[in-house]
């Protein structure tokens, strides 16, 4: 399972640390989602989700400061006993004295932003959601063309690189050479990017590793992209039978995730670059509601109707 050190949520986020006599370096969260200490603030603790963080609002905070002496230790205690990877205070609310002393006993990291509730909520959650999402290495070439994200696989040596790197020389822009990471982030999204040792590298055999960024600008190269559709090319098989119309789509799954997958047969003269810019147009297209197969289809069939009529009427 996957998880984020809590120091880089802290980092990322710009949390301030009340309390820092608790050591923070080995406390990982292990879910995207959050939990707001609400119904716990008034004892209620059947299936209370403490592995997530915890979230204190301005309503939170209010019901707090309003518990009398006796019940705020009690219901304290109770509530800083379980394991609690941190706990944030929204709008800048800082604790009383006695919830610190009671977190820091507990080993129990208090953090604090200034951001408004709502708003820390949404964003933590999106980028969290990102960094723990299951996720997948496989062998292949992702690039941006015309914003569509498109998945180049295929055997080793048939020419992955080297599309990509024409591609680029064409103004699409690179995100991941030789490894790509995939990361499901929703039912409906996929999102690509490169591990950070092979960044903005091409391997082009017999000529070596370069850098795609130092060579052809900052604007060559993508950190992150969805995955929208997927090209695998395969070597031209004479006695295989291939789609000339493109009337069904066919589909790959990655993570559980179903993409419009296209078989491309390689023989010498193809030109790889301009087949994957029009398939990334073309998969565009039908997203907007236009299917050149169909229309096809739509023209031939009038056609006949109308020359049945004309038969009809001779």
């Known amino acids: 399972m ?3 050190k809590l ?35 008034a004892g209620y603790f059947e299936h209370f989700e403490s592995t997530r963080l915890q979230i204190i609002g301005y309503v939170e905070y209010s019901y707090m400061n309003s518990l009398p002496e006796k019940e705020k230790e009690t219901t304290y205690e109770r509530l800083l006993s379980y ?3 941190g706990i944030v205070f929204c709008r800048d609310l800082i ?12 080993g129990v990291p208090l953090l604090v932003t200034h951001k408004a509730t709502s708003a820390f909520m949404a964003e933590i959650i999106r980028w969290m959601n990102v960094k723990l999402a299951p996720r997948i290495s496989i062998h292949g070439v992702f ?28 103004g699409h822009r690179l995100i991941s050479d030789d490894v790509v990471e995939l990361r499901r982030v929703s039912d409906e999204t996929i999102i690509a990017s490169a591990p950070d040792v092979t960044k903005h590298f091409i391997e082009l055999r017999g000529i070596g590793i370069i850098d795609v960024k130092a060579l052809f600008g900052a604007s060559s190269v993508r950190e992150t992209q969805s995955l929208d559709l997927v090209i695998r090319l395969e070597e031209w098989d004479k006695d295989r039978e291939y789609d000339r119309l493109g009337m069904e789509e066919e589909f790959t799954e990655y993570l559980g995730n179903k993409v419009v997958c296209h078989s491309i047969p390689i023989r010498p003269g193809r030109n ?12 565009r297209q ?11 289809y739509r023209r031939v069939q009038e056609s006949m109707a109308h020359r049945r009529t004309d038969e009809e009427d001779e």
Not at 150 to 162: A, D, F, H
Not at 272 to 283: F, K, M, Q, R, S
Not at 286 to 294: H, I, L, V
Request: hydrophobic letters at 40%; one cysteine or more.
């Open 95 to 106: 604790p009383d004295e006695l919830f610190r002393k009671k977190a820091v006993e507990h």
């Open 272 to 283: 790889l670059a301009v087949i994957c810019e029009t398939a990334a147009v073309n998969h």
């Open 286 to 296: 039908k997203k907007m509601g236009y299917n050149a197969a169909q229309e096809l």
């Open 7 to 41: 120091d880089t949520i802290i980092d990322h986020m710009k949390l301030t640390n009340l309390t820092t006599e608790v050591d923070t370096s080995s406390i990982r969260v292990k879910q995207p989602d959050i939990n707001r200490i609400a119904l716990q603030m």
């Open 2 to 4: 996957s998880s984020l």
């Open 83 to 85: 394991e609690i990877p």
């Open 143 to 170: 690039v941006d063309i015309f914003g569509e994200g498109v998945l180049i696989t295929g055997e080793s040596g048939i020419g992955k690189s080297e599309a990509a790197l024409e591609l680029v020389k064409r």
